[in-house]
């Protein structure tokens, strides 16, 4: 790194010191925001009679009883997550997918048309969408060609209104997990927040940033229980934080955010620990197996190293194979249009059973 743009980043963007904490990140009108209290915020302790929030008294047409509204700090299962996790119930958010989590980190901290984040492409996409969605500025600085931060460019990117940095590890759609050092780098040195998303973590050799909670008070770790846990229909997503933090996103988030059905099943998953360890055990079987199985074909160019469920693969043909699959009921994902992923198809990991079939298919493929 250059001397100016060393100085701009280590000495924070503002050119004082690193981060200080929210006081001059969060916009002005969610320090002033009075939250809506729900009718089950307004009481403490026990109760049998509830004729406080309009419910039908009288249940539901079905056979579990969802007439009453849900617990709007889902307090059961955090607590279950803060046991599986090693985390405090106090640092942990809960939303309707990651993807309530990212949308409520820019209302939070982002001033529509006037800050800016960072993200670093090829990535996942949710992070432009939310952007565009809240009138904020993404600045793309491109992964390096194997797929690492580009340091130098995530610093001249960085000027007094760069609020967020999001950072997918392992990433998608490329497989691989982010070094360790660069992302402890910009934590360390940057005057804003950092967003580490954990989706892939499960399946990643590389230990979670959870663990690194007490040490930075500007880490943002996010997971979900769609991929490993397999609870994708349920829209059950992790934000794991700083006090401060989470106080926030709670305090913006509508008042039930997750519903009750979600909650209990969530719940219930939450107790088979080691199903899930059995099936990430065979997914990564199943994977090493997949990439040895499509190294044997022509097409195929390369295969990047994953420390997810997917592989990314270089191809010949993307788009021809994808279509070709489309019509033998196959659907895996084209990621051929996206910079440095230029021909490569997205394969997740199947069963034994999905991988032969796809393999057995492509045999066939001209």
């Known amino acids: 790194m250059s001397e100016d743009i060393n100085k701009q980043y280590y000495s924070g963007p503002d050119g004082n010191s690193p981060f200080r904490g929210l006081g001059g990140l969060l916009r002005e009108n969610i320090k002033n925001l009075t939250p809506y209290s729900s009718a089950r915020d307004e009481y403490q302790g026990e109760a049998s009679v509830f004729l406080d929030a309009n419910e039908n008294a009288f249940g539901s047409p079905l056979e579990q009883q969802y007439n009453r509204y849900p617990d709007p700090l889902q307090y059961n ?48 996409g949710m992070y432009q969408v939310s952007a565009n969605i809240n009138d904020i500025e993404a600045r793309k600085v491109l992964l390096t060609e194997d797929f690492q931060l580009d340091m130098e460019g995530i610093a001249e990117a960085i000027d007094k209104n760069t609020k967020l940095i999001f950072i997918c590890s392992p990433n998608n759609p490329t497989g691989n997990s982010i070094n360790r050092d660069d992302v402890e780098t910009l934590l360390a040195n940057f005057n804003g927040i950092v967003v580490v998303d954990e989706a ?16 930075y008070a500007n880490l943002v770790v996010l997971q979900t229980l769609s991929k490993a846990w397999g609870l994708a229909g349920l829209r ?23 519903n009750e059905a979600s909650q209990q099943l969530a719940l219930q998953a939450l107790q088979n620990v080691d199903q899930v360890n059995a099936w990430i055990k065979e997914t990564l079987t199943q994977r090493d197996q997949l990439v040895l199985n499509l190294k044997k074909f022509d097409f195929v160019v390369d295969i990047y190293p994953s420390d997810a469920n997917f592989i990314l693969v270089k191809t010949t043909d993307a788009k021809g194979i994808y279509n070709f699959l489309v019509e033998k009921g196959i659907i895996v994902r084209d990621r051929s249009k996206v910079e440095l992923c230029e021909g490569s198809l997205r394969i997740t990991v199947g069963t034994p059973d999905e991988n032969e079939i796809l393999i057995n298919t492509l045999q066939n493929f001209k």
């Open 77 to 124: 299962v955090k607590k279950r997550l803060s046991e599986i996790k090693g985390v405090p119930i106090r640092n942990i958010f809960l939303g309707n997918g990651s993807d309530e989590a990212i949308d409520i980190l820019f209302r939070s901290f982002c001033n529509p048309g006037i800050d800016n984040v960072i993200l670093v492409p090829p990535t996942y």
């Open 236 to 258: 059950v997503g992790m934000a794991f934080a700083s006090e401060e933090i989470i106080e926030v996103m709670n305090k913006v988030k509508p008042p039930y955010n997750m």
């Open 200 to 215: 892939y973590i499960n399946f990643s050799r590389q230990k979670t940033f959870i663990q690194e909670l007490t040490e």
